[in-house]
């Protein structure tokens, strides 16, 4: 902080040197010429004195000021009669070593100001130029500091899934170099496991996203649990996790992977949801299944899939055989996109009989496949493919609208009694626009909801049950009839079949044909049938092909069933005839 200026009365010292000048140089000449004044002798030494004094505290400009004026007071006053002033020398040089003294300290005083203020003035110019430089330091280091965050960001984005935090694709492919690498200079092993979650997008679709993004930070957490010193697991992308375990064989391989399906078995309790996770795992070996990075990962890819078609919830290694079935599942789902645009696809028809009558009340549409240049494909050969491919949604909103459109039709003719069965994926059942899709199709169509039923499974039951019930609630309060397709199959319950709004159930055909051959299948049908009387359910067969089965039903109190005893399934234009020549039908039988 600069001290302030001695001259506190006078804020420029410019202004006092002026003011000074035109003081001395007035005063001067009235002092000199002042009746008995002693120092009319000395007029020359006074003006220099203030010329001087002014000069010392205002600068060069007050002192040529007055010097100006002291030369016209002086001509004015003191040319004339300056020859006859008695000068003495004496006075006349102590009035010049005064006036110079006055002179030197003005100067001195003048120069020390001028000094200090400079010095002030660079004291303050330095220490704003130090105080920025500080700030610009600070915000130097700052930015770096920000730049390295930014870094490692971009680093940690690069090799991270962002929702688990486990490593992402691009990592793992470099730490399964790296473990090919050191395997292949010391001619040991090492395993790829490619893990797949069951039925995720169900969960998905019928809880929500946020849902889903939990579960699956759970899952992560429970992988890290399988891992041995020297493992890893990365998330690949959705529902898929793949292990690397280097330096193992397949002992240590299978003890991994049944250390996973172990974990993700326990129950996973997801924002108040009971979740049921189980997984599928496909596994391959260096060197026997690649030699490099893309083969390893995917052999173990194949393996999976594999492990899915085996019924899920389990793993499998992977074997050559397998890449053959890779292709032919690929290709199959190729051909499943072209179908439904060229419209490959067609209904058939089998008659669902009241047995005591023989009348047929209702019919379930099946799904077939007409390829150009190959045999009719039942929907069991290809209806998997369309489940994990997501075409099973176009396609299944595709057999609702025909069999509605063709129900419809046969209305029309006059069999307005006559109801229609239709099979609903999973995948189906967890759309969340379902319901809206339903309502569309009945209502362009023109059908009765009460005419229309959906056969879901009992694994459908199990699965987000809370989500499901209101579903299904729905559907039921549409007037729709539900029924459980293949029971006996799954792990349905009296509590499951008690708390949801079902209408029916099926018994699988595996039951029926051992009717009569197989003691446990004949006391299982009989057990089913008392279960589903006691719960005021209606019951119907599947898979009814002589007439011992068709006596052993009637007789414990099953009165309806379907199966080749009375057809097999029929194109539309067939279907009409049969019912025709059977003479008509039964409602709600």
């Known amino acids: 902080m600069s001290k302030p200026n001695s001259f506190w009365w006078i804020k420029s010292p410019a202004l006092l040197g002026y003011a000074t000048a035109v003081l001395s140089v007035a005063v001067v000449p009235i002092i000199a010429l002042w009746p008995g004044s002693h120092l009319q002798a000395a007029p020359v030494s006074l003006l220099f004195c203030a010329v001087m004094f002014s000069a010392g505290i205002g600068g060069i400009k007050p002192g040529l000021l007055a010097i100006v004026l002291s030369i016209l007071v002086f001509n004015y006053y003191f040319v004339p009669p300056f020859y006859s002033l008695k000068i003495e020398v004496t006075q006349i040089a102590r009035l010049l070593i005064f006036s110079l ?22 004291r303050d110019g330095l220490e704003k130029t130090v105080q920025q430089l500080k700030r610009s330091n600070m915000a130097l280091h700052e930015e770096i500091a920000e730049r390295k ?5 971009v680093q940690y984005m690069a090799n991270y899934d962002a929702l688990t935090g486990l490593p992402n694709r691009a990592l793992l492919q470099d730490r399964v170099e790296q473990a090919i690498a050191y395997a292949n200079r010391n001619r040991t092993q090492a395993a790829v496991l490619f893990l797949d979650v069951d039925y995720f997008k169900h969960i998905n679709e019928s809880l929500g996203h946020s849902i889903g993004d939990f579960l699956l930070q759970m899952v992560a957490n429970r992988l890290q649990e399988c891992l041995r010193e020297g ?5 690949i ?14 002992r240590g391989a299978v003890l991994v992977a049944q250390k996973a399906l172990d974990v993700l078995n326990r129950v996973f309790v997801v924002d108040g949801h009971e979740l049921h996770v189980s997984a599928s795992i496909g596994i391959s070996l260096y060197p026997d299944d690649g030699n490099d990075v893309e083969s390893m990962m995917r052999a173990a890819d194949t393996a999976m899939y594999h492990a899915k078609e085996k019924g899920r919830n389990n793993y499998q290694f992977f074997t050559q055989a397998l890449n053959k079935a890779a292709q032919q599942r690929l ?3 190729h051909h499943l996109r072209q179908a439904l645009v060229h419209e490959e696809f067609e209904l058939y028809y089998q008659p669902q009989v009241d047995m005591v009558s023989g009348a047929t009340f209702s019919a379930e549409a099946l799904l077939r496949w007409q390829q150009p240049e190959n045999a009719l494909l ?7 493919t369309a489940e994990e491919t997501g075409l099973i949604l176009p396609i299944g909103e595709w057999v609702l609208r025909q069999a509605c459109t063709q129900l419809k039709h046969w209305h029309d003719l006059g069999h307005q009694d006559l109801h229609i ?12 626009n379902f319901r809206n899709m339903l309502e569309r199709i009945l209502n362009e169509t023109g059908l009765p909801a009460i005419s229309l039923g959906l056969e879901i499974t009992e694994g459908m039951l199990l699965q987000g049950s809370e989500d499901n019930m209101a579903t299904l609630k729905q559907l039921r309060n549409m007037g729709i009839q539900l029924s459980v397709d293949d029971f006996g199959t799954g792990y349905s319950s009296l509590a499951y079949l008690q708390r949801f709004p079902i209408h029916a ?3 699988d055909q595996s039951f029926v044909r051992g009717i009569g051959h197989n003691p446990n299948d004949t006391a299982l049908v009989a057990a089913i049938i008392a279960m589903a009387h006691s719960m005021h359910l209606k019951v119907l067969a599947e898979g009814v092909e002589s007439l011992e089965q068709v006596t052993f039903l009637l007789s414990h109190g099953c009165f309806s069933a379907q199966g080749f005893y009375y057809s097999k399934a029929v194109p539309a234009d067939e279907f009409i005839k049969l019912l025709d020549k059977r003479g008509g039908y039964i409602a709600d039988a």
């Open 101 to 122: 003294s006055v002179s030197f300290v003005g100067l001195l005083s003048a120069a020390q100001r001028s000094t200090a203020q400079s010095l002030r003035l660079a």
């Open 149 to 153: 965050r930014a870094e490692q960001r």
């Open 231 to 235: 493992d890893s697991v990365a998330r």
């Open 237 to 250: 992308g959705g529902d898929e996790f793949m292990l690397l375990l280097p330096l193992t064989d397949s």
């Open 331 to 333: 290709n199959l789902a």
């Open 378 to 384: 039942s929907c069991g050969e290809f209806i998997s």
């Open 421 to 432: 069965e239709v099979n609903l994926s999973p995948r189906q059942f967890s759309q969340k």
């Open 505 to 507: 159930i099926k018994i």
